[in-house]
């Protein structure tokens, strides 16, 4: 709570307990001046009653919202939502459980805010008034996003010190225009404790990004618990989830069972594929989204819970509401600061540098000695990526495990075309008669014809062999086989 609400909250109390003394005047003289003060700040200020009707904005609101003023004064926040000027309340939740919320919300303009609401007691101890603290989000990612390309190399080189070949140990490496900015405007969401949703296709790094808001927020010191949900049982997700009480079950635990939200308590859970999530659960997740409680299985007392709630789906939950498969209020509760990760194909900055990266990490986790070529490179840069950044740590840990030499080059990569259908295109295979004769015979035969053709083409035995992916003893001693030399 900033020095100025705790001004607002006292204001009466010290105005009361001064009567009299030498700090009378100066109560006085802040009472007079306090809309002057609050005009000082940086941020924009809103001050609202227990209905939410808006009582107080200072110049600050006007710049950073675009709306004026006398369009807000003595307005209900919730018409304001109905007449599309904003998407986010605060009021209900913070008059609900007189407590202080944090939300990120967008404006008619397109620009995003962080609000700050704190309630502001009297001297019953009931919430008098509501302020509002906005912060423009746009502005700080665009200066975070400066440094965010140098920092994300130094993590990076810094982790492959130590190596782990979980991909959430190896850092990303942000070079294009859309993750640097997506990852600025990560660094101010961590600063919050809003509700995070990431949308991506599969393999494109929302388990990165999850950890990464983790690592950046006040909770990094605290546990990072990882919920998949596409992948445990339907029959044991709830006490997966939630636990269990003692004796629920003849042969579970005697004492009972904490659950993974349980666990996360104090720092973040990741509810990963969140989609897949059955409505039973949905309606229990959404319960602890609300009213920041759960109830273990077999339990009647619920239990306060102090964590963030980081959810990641490659579906649009949109059509799922739509299609009855996903509570519209859940939705609705995990839109609060959402963040589409693109796919890689549409952020190509980011291929080589990445692929270096995870070549440079294996490389030292196998003691390899391994580079790319240029042709390799550019095949990298121009392939789709249809698994995305899982698809290309894959594809490199395959080649850095199964190289031979120490370089990897197109033949290596598995959509790049075979050795052999490049060589024999043009080289007068076509029609070869093989009725009547041998294996080995036949086989003899293409690769004499690959053999004197490919020089023939290609003119000298070094490019011949790197073509072929054969020494250049074999090519020569199979050039003499066949006369040529």
């Given at each position: 709570m900033?020095k100025?609400t705790?001004?607002?909250?006292?204001?009466n109390?010290?105005?009361f307990?001064?009567?009299g003394?030498p700090?009378?005047?100066?109560?006085?003289?802040?009472?007079?001046?306090?809309s002057q003060?609050?005009e000082t700040?940086?941020?924009?200020?809103s001050?609202s009653?227990?209905?939410?009707?808006?009582?107080y904005l200072?110049?600050?609101?006007?710049?950073?919202t675009?709306?004026?003023?006398f369009?807000?004064?003595?307005k209900s926040?919730?018409?304001?939502?109905r007449?599309?000027?904003?998407?986010?309340?605060?009021n209900?939740?913070?008059?609900?459980?007189?407590?202080?919320?944090?939300r990120?919300q967008?404006?008619?303009?397109?620009r995003?805010?962080v609000?700050d609401?704190?309630?502001?007691?009297?001297?019953?101890?009931?919430?008098?008034l509501?302020?509002?603290y906005?912060?423009?989000?746009t502005?700080?990612?665009e200066?975070?996003?400066q440094?965010?390309?140098?920092?994300e190399?130094?993590?990076?080189y810094?982790k492959?010190?130590?190596?782990d070949s979980?991909?959430?140990?190896?850092?990303?490496?942000?070079?294009?225009k859309?993750m640097?900015?997506?990852?600025?405007?990560?660094?101010?969401?961590a600063?919050t404790?809003?509700?995070?949703?990431?949308?991506?296709?599969t393999?494109?790094g929302?388990?990165?990004?999850?950890?990464?808001l983790h690592?950046?927020?006040?909770?990094?010191?605290?546990?990072?618990v990882?919920?998949d949900?596409?992948?445990?049982p339907e029959?044991?997700?709830e006490t997966?989830l939630?636990g269990?009480?003692p004796?629920?079950?003849?042969g579970?635990?005697?004492?009972g069972?904490i659950g993974l939200i349980?666990?996360?308590?104090g720092g973040?859970?990741f509810?990963?594929?969140?989609?897949?999530?059955?409505?039973?659960?949905?309606?229990k997740l959404?319960r602890?989204?609300?009213?920041?409680?759960i109830?273990?299985?077999g339990?009647t007392?619920?239990?306060?819970?102090?964590v963030?709630?980081v959810?990641a789906?490659n579906?649009?939950?949109e059509?799922?509401v739509?299609?009855?498969?996903?509570?519209?209020?859940l939705?609705?509760?995990?839109?609060?600061a959402?963040i589409?990760i693109p796919?890689?194909r549409?952020?190509?900055?980011?291929?080589l540098?990445?692929?270096?990266?995870?070549?440079?990490?294996?490389?030292?986790?196998?003691?390899?000695?391994?580079?790319f070529?240029?042709?390799?490179e550019?095949s990298?840069?121009?392939?789709?990526?249809?698994g995305n950044?899982?698809e290309l740590e894959?594809?490199?840990?395959?080649?850095v495990?199964?190289?031979?030499?120490?370089i990897?080059e197109?033949?290596?990569l598995?959509f790049?075309?075979?050795t052999?259908?490049?060589?024999s295109?043009?080289?007068?295979?076509?029609?070869?008669?093989?009725s009547?004769?041998s294996?080995?015979?036949?086989?003899?035969?293409?690769?004499?014809t690959?053999?004197?053709?490919?020089?023939?083409r290609?003119?000298?035995i070094?490019?011949?062999?790197?073509?072929?992916?054969?020494?250049?003893?074999?090519?020569?001693?199979?050039l003499?086989?066949?006369?040529?030399?």
């Amino acid at each position: 709570m900033t020095k100025c609400t705790i001004l607002l909250q006292h204001r009466n109390k010290l105005s009361f307990n001064t009567q009299g003394s030498p700090l009378q005047k100066y109560v006085i003289m802040i009472n007079k001046y306090c809309s002057q003060i609050i005009e000082t700040m940086e941020e924009a200020v809103s001050i609202s009653d227990p209905d939410g009707v808006i009582l107080y904005l200072n110049k600050r609101h006007e710049l950073i919202t675009g709306i004026p003023s006398f369009e807000l004064l003595g307005k209900s926040v919730h018409e304001l939502v109905r007449r599309g000027l904003f998407d986010v309340v605060l009021n209900p939740d913070i008059m609900r459980n007189k407590q202080s919320e944090t939300r990120v919300q967008e404006l008619g303009n397109g620009r995003k805010v962080v609000l700050d609401g704190h309630p502001v007691f009297d001297e019953n101890e009931e919430v008098a008034l509501v302020v509002t603290y906005l912060r423009d989000i746009t502005k700080l990612a665009e200066m975070r996003e400066q440094m965010s390309s140098q920092q994300e190399l130094l993590e990076a080189y810094q982790k492959l010190q130590s190596f782990d070949s979980a991909l959430e140990k190896v850092p990303p490496v942000v070079q294009s225009k859309p993750m640097k900015r997506l990852y600025g405007q990560l660094g101010i969401i961590a600063e919050t404790d809003a509700t995070v949703l990431l949308l991506g296709e599969t393999g494109v790094g929302k388990d990165v990004f999850a950890r990464k808001l983790h690592r950046l927020s006040d909770r990094a010191d605290k546990a990072f618990v990882k919920a998949d949900c596409g992948s445990m049982p339907e029959n044991l997700i709830e006490t997966e989830l939630f636990g269990y009480a003692p004796g629920t079950f003849s042969g579970g635990n005697k004492n009972g069972k904490i659950g993974l939200i349980e666990t996360a308590s104090g720092g973040t859970l990741f509810l990963d594929e969140i989609g897949e999530l059955p409505l039973l659960m949905q309606t229990k997740l959404l319960r602890l989204l609300q009213d920041r409680e759960i109830v273990r299985v077999g339990a009647t007392t619920p239990q306060d819970v102090n964590v963030r709630i980081v959810a990641a789906t490659n579906k649009s939950l949109e059509k799922e509401v739509e299609a009855g498969r996903f509570r519209s209020d859940l939705y609705y509760r995990l839109k609060v600061a959402v963040i589409d990760i693109p796919p890689l194909r549409k952020r190509k900055a980011d291929i080589l540098p990445m692929a270096r990266l995870f070549l440079k990490s294996f490389c030292q986790k196998y003691q390899r000695d391994i580079t790319f070529t240029q042709e390799t490179e550019d095949s990298l840069l121009n392939h789709t990526w249809p698994g995305n950044v899982r698809e290309l740590e894959n594809l490199i840990l395959g080649c850095v495990v199964t190289s031979k030499k120490n370089i990897i080059e197109v033949a290596d990569l598995p959509f790049s075309p075979t050795t052999e259908i490049r060589v024999s295109t043009g080289d007068g295979l076509d029609g070869m008669k093989i009725s009547g004769k041998s294996m080995k015979s036949i086989l003899d035969e293409v690769e004499k014809t690959i053999i004197l053709n490919g020089m023939e083409r290609v003119g000298n035995i070094a490019k011949l062999a790197k073509e072929l992916n054969l020494d250049r003893t074999t090519v020569f001693r199979k050039l003499k086989k066949y006369g040529a030399r």
